[in-house]
């Protein structure tokens, strides 16, 4: 099936400095990735869409300068999270849609990060 | 604007029994509906998918349906376990911009 690489896992970090979270999908092309924040105990909220080799769309509310992403290949999306604060601390997920037999989406297994 | 709603919010079984998950959504023009499971720290992972134009999907003992028209789709857990015991997440694909909605979820524990 679709499998979707997510890291690191956990990352922890001081206020103030930046952090890059990458995903991969292993066997298939994802021309759109998409990145989700969840707070404890809350569901996922949609961050901002990635598309391959243009610029990604964000929802409203979310800073683009502030949460970078990246996609400069068919397989590998990167979230940067610049100049963190500890209200970024949570749990962020990306998905992407594909592989060849229409999985739906797949999900990675999320980071967790704190800014101390 | 999509909204999907879970209820209940949580809910406790014992083992062994048979349970009904519900999901309603607000704009019935849906391209698919997903059910995931959520382990506490976890990522999710993808249960069932119903296309539209399916009415429900099995999978070993859960098998989950889909009445678009009325907004609602159900997860059965037959025979529950203690490893059942998680976060259940139903998200719907709509809009143009093929957006997936996620509610937010029912949370499982299957007491031994």
């Known amino acids: 099936g679709a499998v979707v690489s997510q890291h690191p896992s956990w990352v922890i970090c001081k206020s103030g400095t930046s952090v890059k979270i990458e995903c991969r999908s292993l066997?298939?092309?994802?021309?759109?990735m998409f990145w989700y924040r969840q707070f404890p105990k809350q569901s996922l909220m949609l961050m901002a869409t990635?598309?391959?080799?243009?610029?990604?769309?964000?929802e409203q509310g979310v800073e683009k300068d502030k949460f970078l992403i990246n996609h400069a290949s068919l397989t590998l999306s990167t979230l940067t999270v610049t100049s963190a604060h500890p209200e970024d601390s949570s749990f962020y997920i990306c998905?992407?849609?594909?592989?060849?037999?229409?999985?739906?989406?797949?999900f990675g297994s999320g980071t967790r990060l704190t800014v101390v | 604007k999509q909204e999907v709603t879970q209820i209940p919010a949580a809910l406790s079984v014992p083992e062994g029994e048979n349970l009904v998950l519900n999901c309603s959504f607000t704009d019935s023009a849906i391209y698919n509906l997903q059910w995931f499971r959520q382990d506490p720290g976890k990522g999710l992972t993808s249960l069932l998918l119903?296309?539209?134009?399916?009415r429900e999907q099995t999978s070993g003992r859960l098998n989950a349906s889909l009445d678009k028209s009325s907004g609602r789709s159900t997860l059965y857990i037959a025979a529950s376990q203690p490893g059942d015991s998680a976060t259940y997440l139903c998200?719907?694909?709509?809009?143009?911009?093929?957006?997936?909605?996620f509610g937010s979820g029912t949370q499982l524990t299957v007491l031994p």
């Open positions: 066997d298939f092309q994802a021309t759109t």
């Open positions: 998200a719907v694909l709509s809009g143009s911009a093929r957006q997936l909605t």
């Open positions: 119903i296309q539209s134009s399916q």
């Open positions: 990635s598309n391959e080799g243009s610029k990604a769309t964000y």
């Open positions: 998905s992407a849609s594909g592989g060849p037999h229409n999985y739906g989406y797949t």
